[in-house]
């Protein structure tokens, strides 16, 4: 179990925990944490089902903190891609310039 809380109220809190088809989180929706809001990934990395660990990781940036926006000097992206010895022959949604699969 991962928790990453930063100790004041008011500031996020988020508990991260490991399951063995994905994680679950839970964090306070309340201003003094009475109210507690749970939510689970689907994400199995020996199937290649990445998905809901990039939801997972772009939810707990937006918990915890700004991660930039387009005009910033610097800002947290968060992306599949290819593992470097791995050859996509297929022209998937990874491989694809954005937006040519219809996003």
């Known amino acids: 179990m991962l928790r990453g809380a930063m100790g004041a109220p008011g500031l ?11 994680a679950v989180t839970e964090k306070a929706s309340d201003w003094d944490g009475s109210v507690k809001v749970r939510k689970a990934y689907k994400f199995d990395s020996e199937e290649g ?13 937006e918990e915890i903190g700004d991660g930039g926006s387009r005009y910033s000097e610097k800002r947290v992206q968060i992306r599949l891609v290819h593992g470097d010895k791995y050859e996509c022959k297929s022209g998937c949604a990874i491989c694809a310039p954005e937006g040519a699969m219809g996003d």
Not at 13 to 22: A, C, L, M, T
Not at 49 to 61: F, H, Q, S, T, W
């Open 49 to 61: 089902d990445a998905g809901g660990l990039v939801e997972l990781l772009y939810d707990i940036l």
């Open 12 to 22: 996020a809190s988020v508990i991260v925990e490991r399951v063995s088809n994905g």
